[in-house]
């Protein structure tokens, strides 16, 4: 007979729906509501909604982690079912020890310089979603900030002036971002064709002027990719906050820096950054080496 581990009454939707009206009262990105929900929903239907939290058993939880595994998800997908039944199981003090998915680290492979020169020629800037599209993957590259971040951005969170822009990040937390020369260039270009945009409302709008998702960005990027022939590398939102780092770091750039403007709360991703430049620093050394250049001067 299987150890009970959940011990009250109430069911499992009910369960849920406290969770995420809890999620929506602490003003959590809608992002991280619709990943409980989505993820939340699979387990009750799994379980079947009639079903009580005292009628739950670690076993259940396990066999609907390998019902994922048997539909063929990835590790990764997998691993997000994990967590949202752990917050949901932590949001009711239940004690559980849900073992983690294993999942093999990926690392994504960034942009070269050439690639993101084509991908900046790529959109049409003599139109409006052209411009705007341009404008959006070269802040990406310049701040290395997160897609969803990019496109919360509004007018009063923009400082052409202090060449900076200012982000609301996980957990609702603001943090401000320096820019470069061409950033601050394209914004302005960009602002010029929004005047009618309140200053509170996100600057990123589709033709139609309705705010952009990070869907929609995704394929407009995906599609740039496939104009402009690039391949061997996903060609994503996220490989262009990848891009940023590595180059940050190449340049000479700080990991605390670093940290700060790409808004993580440690510094364990950021040290994956630093894996990044492996190979160029190699690259560098060999070109470089201090002890070659000596032996190479006396057989000379």
Same mark, same amino acid.
């Given at each position: 007979?299987?150890?009970?581990?959940?011990?009250?009454?109430?069911?499992?939707?009910?369960?849920?729906?406290?969770?995420?009206?809890?999620?929506?009262?602490?003003?959590?990105?809608?992002?991280?509501?619709?990943?409980?929900?989505?993820?939340?929903? $699979?387990?009750?239907?799994?379980?079947?909604?009639?079903?009580?939290?005292?009628?739950?058993?670690?076993?259940?939880?396990?066999?609907?982690? !390998?019902?994922?595994?048997?539909?063929?998800?990835?590790?990764?997908?997998?691993?997000? =079912?994990?967590?949202?039944?752990?917050?949901?199981?932590?949001?009711?003090?239940?004690?559980?020890?849900?073992?983690?998915?294993?999942?093999?680290?990926?690392?994504?492979?960034?942009?070269?310089?050439?690639?993101?020169?084509?991908?900046?020629?790529?959109?049409?800037?003599?139109?409006?979603?052209?411009?705007?599209?341009?404008?959006?993957?070269?802040?990406?590259?310049?701040?290395?900030?997160?897609?969803?971040?990019?496109?919360?951005?509004?007018?009063?969170?923009?400082?052409?002036?202090?060449?900076?822009?200012?982000?609301?990040?996980?957990?609702?937390?603001?943090?401000?971002?320096?820019?470069?020369?061409?950033?601050? $260039?394209?914004?302005?270009? =960009?602002?010029?064709?929004?005047?009618?945009?309140?200053?509170?409302?996100?600057?990123? !709008?589709?033709?139609?002027?309705?705010?952009?998702?990070?869907?929609?960005?995704?394929?407009?990027?995906?599609?740039?990719?496939?104009?402009?022939?690039?391949?061997?590398?996903?060609?994503?939102?996220?490989?262009?906050?990848?891009?940023?780092?590595?180059?940050?770091?190449?340049?000479?750039?700080?990991?605390?820096?670093?940290?700060?403007?790409?808004?993580?709360?440690?510094?364990?991703?950021?040290?994956? =950054?630093?894996?990044?430049?492996?190979?160029?620093?190699?690259?560098?050394?060999?070109? =470089?080496?201090?002890?070659?250049?000596?032996?190479?001067?006396?057989?000379?």
């Amino acid at each position: 007979m299987p150890k009970r581990i959940l011990q009250q009454s109430k069911s499992i939707v009910a369960a849920k729906e406290e969770l995420i009206r809890s999620s929506e009262a602490r003003n959590l990105s809608h992002r991280t509501i619709e990943f409980y929900d989505d993820r939340l929903n $699979s387990f009750v239907t799994f379980l079947g909604e009639k079903t009580s939290l005292d009628n739950i058993t670690l076993d259940d939880i396990n066999a609907f982690l !390998v019902s994922l595994k048997d539909k063929g998800l990835s590790p990764g997908s997998i691993a997000g =079912y994990g967590r949202a039944i752990k917050r949901l199981l932590k949001f009711h003090n239940i004690p559980i020890n849900i073992d983690k998915v294993k999942q093999p680290k990926k690392r994504i492979t960034p942009f070269s310089k050439e690639q993101i020169k084509k991908l900046l020629a790529a959109p049409d800037k003599k139109t409006f979603s052209g411009l705007r599209d341009f404008t959006i993957m070269l802040l990406m590259l310049d701040c290395g900030t997160r897609v969803s971040e990019l496109l919360g951005l509004t007018k009063d969170k923009i400082n052409l002036r202090g060449w900076s822009i200012t982000v609301m990040g996980k957990g609702g937390k603001e943090r401000t971002i320096p820019i470069g020369e061409a950033s601050v $260039s394209a914004l302005k270009n =960009y602002l010029a064709q929004i005047e009618d945009i309140p200053n509170n409302e996100p600057i990123f !709008v589709s033709v139609y002027n309705e705010p952009m998702d990070r869907h929609g960005v995704w394929r407009k990027i995906n599609n740039y990719g496939k104009k402009a022939g690039i391949t061997g590398v996903r060609v994503s939102p996220h490989t262009f906050r990848h891009t940023f780092a590595k180059m940050f770091l190449l340049n000479g750039g700080d990991i605390e820096s670093l940290q700060k403007m790409m808004g993580h709360e440690t510094m364990n991703m950021v040290k994956e =950054y630093l894996n990044l430049i492996d190979e160029d620093v190699a690259r560098q050394h060999r070109k =470089y080496s201090p002890a070659d250049s000596i032996i190479r001067r006396r057989r000379r």
